[in-house]
T-cell receptor, first 113, second 110 residues
Framework: EAGVVQSPRYKIIEKKQPVAFWCNPISGHNTLYWYLQNLGQGPELLIR????????DSQLPKDRFSAERLKGVDSTLKIQPAELGDSAVYLC???????????FGPGTRLLVL | RKEVEQDPGPFNVPEGATVAFNCTYS??????FFWYRQDCRKEPKLLMSVYSSGNEDGRFTAQLNRASQYISLLIRDSKLSDSATYLC???????????FGAGTTVTVRA
């Protein structure tokens, strides 16, 4: 069974530029998560989807971050404009339900210069 | 106070040793618990769920103490390949809010 797929794996951009990350969850997983992870810290939730509905976006900085999961399968996370402090690893995870264990993709390592 | 706290370590142990560490959580409504393993520059991978009665998976044993609000992970007969950061995850089932600890680093030396 294929795992969670993310692209790109690495991205280097200049500050104020836009950037987008894509995630395809494990087939059949209704719950999808986007996390941000800084070095030496645990993942921090940005947004959680149940199917196509964003059920928890309380930690998403909505002035510059947006996300969508239009058909309840794959998802896109966008940052516009990027700031230096956005440099981090962006992880996508999925689970069959919100109560079950999550499975993570390999992440996108973002560097903002 | 953070919802989930872990001793960052590092725990440096020789091969074959036993190492154990805890994770404390602040919200008594937390209902499900997991341990994840994360290697350097890799994504977290599920190690094991933690059940109320405690559970084992090979050399790994997880325990839950609801009264004192902590979970523990014990690794027996440590291998070099056990060197990693171990993340504790706590799930609040009434709203499915998951919280991650910052991780405990374990280094197993030859």
């Amino acid at each position: 069974e294929a795992g969670v797929v993310q692209s790109p794996r690495y991205k280097i951009i200049e500050k104020k530029q836009p950037v987008a990350f894509w995630c395809n969850p494990i087939s059949g997983h209704n719950t999808l998560y986007w996390y941000l992870q800084n070095l030496g810290q645990g993942p921090e939730l940005l947004i959680r989807y149940e199917n196509e509905e964003a059920v928890d976006d309380s930690q998403l900085p909505k002035d510059r971050f947006s996300a969508e999961r239009l058909k309840g399968v794959d998802s896109t996370l966008k940052i516009q404009p990027a700031e230096l402090g956005d440099s981090a690893v962006y992880l996508c995870a999925s689970s069959s339900t919100g109560a079950e264990a999550q499975y993570f993709g390999p992440g996108t390592r973002l560097l903002v210069l | 106070r953070k919802e989930v706290e872990q001793d960052p370590g590092p725990f440096n142990v020789p091969e074959g040793a036993t190492v154990a560490f805890n994770c404390t959580y602040s919200n008594s409504a937390s209902q499900s618990f997991f341990w994840y393993r994360q290697d350097c520059r890799k994504e977290p991978k599920l190690l094991m769920s933690v059940y109320s009665s405690g559970n084992e998976d090979g050399r790994f044993t997880a325990q839950l103490n609801r009264a004192s609000q902590y979970i523990s992970l014990l690794i027996r007969d440590s291998k070099l390949s056990d060197s990693a950061t171990y993340l504790c995850v706590v799930n609040r089932l009434y709203d499915y809010k998951l919280s991650f600890g910052a991780g405990t680093t374990v280094t197993v030396r030859a």
